[in-house]
């Protein structure tokens, strides 16, 4: 399998600045060594002619895995990253060839609006702590949202395409906002994003009551598989060993302290934009009178005979479908 391919553009200066530091940026990431990304660079026109050059070349067969368009906005102060394109010309000044359009649509029978195919989730996982960068639903509607338009309407509609290229249109404050460098790495890591498969590593409890039966917890019915069940438990951080990480997650999800007794199930599970590794742990008896949910609508206790009756989490499904067919782990011994 060959390396990873990422089509970076910027624009020249246009109408009275003096430079643009999508063009700056853009030449900076080829500097970068990405080791397993071959990333390549397009200068576009201010027209166009340059809104339409990548959408030529994508009808031309040339394929990328990812391609972020860069952009320099005089009116924001941290770096936007555009959800949406719209179909609609709204320009308030000439583009670099005297181009001037108020209304209309950028292509007749054509959606309105097209969204970005980047990684939504796996970008805001890399950036919630970060207050500069942010998403944005208003790319304006000059040449930048033209261009990104145009993209997303071939990377759509064209049908030789087998997988879509992971799309961006990235907004560049000016450098007294944010310097340089720190926009730099901002790119860098998004375009790690718009590639890299993340690689996370979990941990869940199995827990008995007296009875031999394990307990399921099912998922608040809002945000990410909500109303799915899984074992309870959750992310390992940093620094954390999977007992210390489970000892934790079951004190903020149940409000219990276990005593983590031996791993009894290591799972890999590929999400499709990221991969989980799912450690489980047997955490011997607790009564359910000391379980408080913190964080789940509801609690089952499941005898081997009932493990298939919940809908369980992708990751944790091909664990509770081998114990349903070769028994529950043993109870340890007191």
Not at 83 to 109: L, V
Not at 142 to 162: A, G, H, M, P
Not at 280 to 294: A, E
Request: charge should be negative.
């Amino acid at each position: 399998m060959g390396n990873s391919k990422v089509l970076v553009t910027g624009y020249p200066r246009f109408s009275n600045f003096d430079e643009n530091i999508s063009e700056k940026l853009m030449k900076l990431v080829n500097d970068i060594d990405f080791q397993s990304i071959e990333v390549y660079t397009s200068l576009l026109s201010v027209d166009k002619k340059g809104s339409n050059s990548i959408a030529q070349r994508i009808n031309n067969n040339e394929n990328f895995d990812a391609i972020i368009h860069l952009g320099f906005s005089s009116s924001r102060e941290i770096i936007s990253l555009e959800r949406f394109a719209y179909n609609q010309y709204k320009m308030n000044e000439p583009d670099n060839s005297g181009r001037m359009i108020t209304s209309g649509k950028i292509i007749e029978d054509d959606l309105e609006v097209y969204e970005t195919t980047a990684p939504i989730k796996i970008i805001d996982d890399k950036f919630d702590a970060i207050d500069y960068v942010s998403w944005s639903s208003d790319p304006g509607r000059f040449v930048c949202n033209e261009t990104y338009f145009r993209t997303l309407s071939t990377i759509f509609n064209k049908t030789l395409i087998i997988k879509k290229p992971s799309t961006l249109f990235i907004h560049l404050p000016n450098e007294k906002h944010i310097e340089l460098l720190t926009q730099l790495e901002v790119v860098k890591n998004i375009i790690e994003c718009m590639i890299f498969k993340p690689q996370i590593e979990v941990v869940g409890g199995l827990i008995f009551d007296m009875h031999g039966r394990i307990l399921s917890c099912k998922r608040p019915n809002m945000g990410d598989w909500g109303g799915w069940w899984e074992l309870p438990g959750g992310k390992i951080e940093y620094g954390e060993t999977a007992f210390e990480a489970l000892n934790r997650e079951l004190i903020e999800e149940l409000d219990i302290n276990v005593n983590p007794i031996k791993i009894e199930e290591k799972v890999i599970f590929d999400y499709g934009d990221r991969e989980i590794e799912l450690t489980i742990i047997n955490c011997g008896i607790i009564s359910g009178d000391q379980i408080t949910l913190i964080e789940h609508e509801e609690m089952r206790w499941l005898s081997k005979d009932e493990l298939l009756d919940v809908k369980w989490l992708p990751a944790d499904l091909p664990v509770l479908e081998k114990w349903f067919n070769q028994g529950l782990p043993n109870l340890p011994l007191d």
